[in-house]
């Protein structure tokens, strides 16, 4: 394909609208995409942000209330999903069967049953099986990305430990859906480790859950507000993965990769929002350091852009390459379904306060 890659971008809620800024803004920068659609099942938000983009390009963006109409409308070859998680299959169902290729947020279904049927449908359709790739962005951020080259240069030894760590300092918004905490807030983290670890999978998971502060002041029901997931790996190899709503000192995100011959560290705390340290040290002391610089997309953000826009943005870049050169892509629909088994098998795991061992002293 040597025309330009026409997008659509369904579901623009709070992420939404940014995945169709990025769509404008790599359009500007490298002619490769033009953004001709955006499409939301809410009210008339559709049209009001179809209004509020248009000021950005001159090409008309339609707006769309419905997936069938979009796909009826012959106007795309390509659509990033940002739907609500029940809407992502029938949403990418549609718009792969009408042709398209498509950028799926995660999870890939409402449930493992509907994920293991839609994805079985994918597999063994020869014209359908590359047409979905799973948005997991943090293989496209640039911190991580250099941990991943420290440990293909071995920098640290054979890798025994990896802990991935997710900790929001608000609420989910009002209004927000959610399938638990493990479920819906691990995902990512589970996939991390399995690409760190170029695709290893677990054999046993384990997981503990608590409601500490965030239950007690969100108007969202969800499971627990604190979570720990411990994954067995073969050999002696353990990914273990910390989620919460309770770290009200602002967004933390951290990554420790343990080997036999040093550590690495991927941090992001509060003190600039806008750097994330990329540290590894041995027994003899520092082997790597850098500070790597995030782009600056204002204050007004939720923190999960401030944090991850550019990889958001550089994932897109990815997957707009792929469609123009029809080749298949590197994170898969089996990506999205292995990091879901795995958080939900953590779900199902979780031992709560009332099945622990009482301590008698």
């Excluded at 440990?151 to 991935?164: C, D």
Aim: charged content about 20%; aromatic content about 8%; some cysteine.
């Amino acid at each position: 394909m040597n025309k330009p890659i026409k997008m659509a971008v369904v579901g623009v809620g709070r992420i939404g609208v940014f995945h169709a800024r990025h769509v404008q803004a790599l359009a500007r920068e490298t002619g490769n995409c033009e953004l001709v659609a955006v499409c939301d099942t809410y009210a008339d938000t559709a049209q009001r942000v179809a209004t509020e983009l248009q000021a950005n390009q001159d090409a008309r963006i339609h707006a769309f209330n419905n997936v069938a109409d979009l796909a009826a409308a012959n106007l795309i070859d390509g659509a990033l999903i940002a739907s609500r998680t029940e809407d992502h299959e029938p949403d990418a169902r549609t718009l792969i069967e009408s042709g398209n290729r498509v950028l799926l947020e995660k999870p890939l279904t409402h449930s493992l049953e509907s994920a293991e049927a839609f994805i079985a449908g994918l597999d063994s359709d020869p014209v359908h099986k590359n047409a979905l790739m799973q948005a997991f962005m943090r293989r496209f951020d640039a911190p991580l990305l250099k941990a991943k080259e420290l440990l293909e240069q071995n920098a640290i030894g054979e890798i025994f430990k990896i802990v991935s760590i997710l900790e929001d300092p608000v609420p989910p918004p009002v209004g927000y859906n959610s399938p638990g905490l493990l479920t819906d807030m691990s995902v990512h983290n589970v996939d991390e480790i399995l690409w760190l670890l170029d695709g290893q999978l677990p054999e046993y998971a384990a997981a503990f859950g608590s409601n500490l502060y965030n239950s007690t002041i969100s108007t969202v029901e969800e499971d627990y507000d604190d979570a720990f997931l411990q994954m067995w790996f073969p050999g002696r190899l353990l990914g273990q993965v910390s989620v919460s709503r309770n770290h009200v000192a602002g967004y933390r995100n951290a990554t420790w990769i343990y080997g036999n011959k040093g550590v690495i560290h991927v941090g992001h705390f509060q003190e600039n929002p806008l750097q994330v340290d990329v540290e590894a040290y041995g027994p003899d002391g520092i082997i790597h350091r850098e500070t790597i610089n995030l782009r600056d997309y204002g204050p007004d953000v939720p923190v999960f852009i401030t944090r991850f826009g550019e990889a958001y943005k550089n994932e897109l870049a990815y997957f707009l390459n792929q469609c123009l050169t029809d080749a298949p892509f590197n994170v898969t629909q089996t990506d999205g379904l292995n990091a879901m088994r795995i958080a939900i098998a953590g779900t199902q795991a979780i031992c709560p306060k009332e099945t622990a061992l009482k301590i008698t002293y």
